[in-house]
């Protein structure tokens, strides 16, 4: 069973950054694409970014790409999600996963369902 800690979430005001980070216990977790989501009050969880194993492929939803960054340190078995330029509708909890069964093929993978492992939330509240 895989565990992820993620940690980071915080209170921020609008054009601000917050730096979420998701610790992975599987010492495989060089094989496995890791991936962001949120979720906001009322809404369906949604989304955000992925990450390829080898960190040489990256995705993201339309509206954060060029405000977020998603990157990984395989050494410290540890993925990141850097949040710049941040907006009232950013806040959400967000949640990292852990897609085993990733393939070349398949990439990238946006649906919840398809992610085998989750780590807890952490709020991101952006003031305006």
């Known amino acids: 069973q895989v565990q992820l800690i993620v940690s980071g979430g915080g209170l921020v005001q609008a054009g601000g950054s917050l730096r979420l980070s998701c610790a992975a216990s599987e010492r495989t977790f060089n094989t496995y694409a890791m991936a962001w989501f949120r979720q906001a009050p009322g809404k369906e969880r949604e989304f955000v970014s992925v990450?390829?194993?080898?960190?040489?492929?990256?995705y993201y939803t339309d509206s954060v790409k060029g405000r977020f960054t998603i990157s990984r340190d395989n050494a410290k078995n540890t993925v990141y999600l850097q949040m710049n330029s941040l907006k009232p509708e950013d806040t959400a909890d967000y949640y990292c996963?852990?897609?085993?069964?990733?393939?070349?093929?398949?990439?990238?993978?946006?649906?919840?369902?398809?992610?085998?492992?989750w780590g807890q939330g952490t709020q991101v509240t952006v003031s305006s």
């Open positions: 996963a852990a897609d085993p069964f990733a393939t070349v093929g398949s990439w990238p993978r946006r649906e919840a369902r398809q992610y085998a492992y």
């Open positions: 990450i390829s194993g080898s960190a040489l492929r990256t």
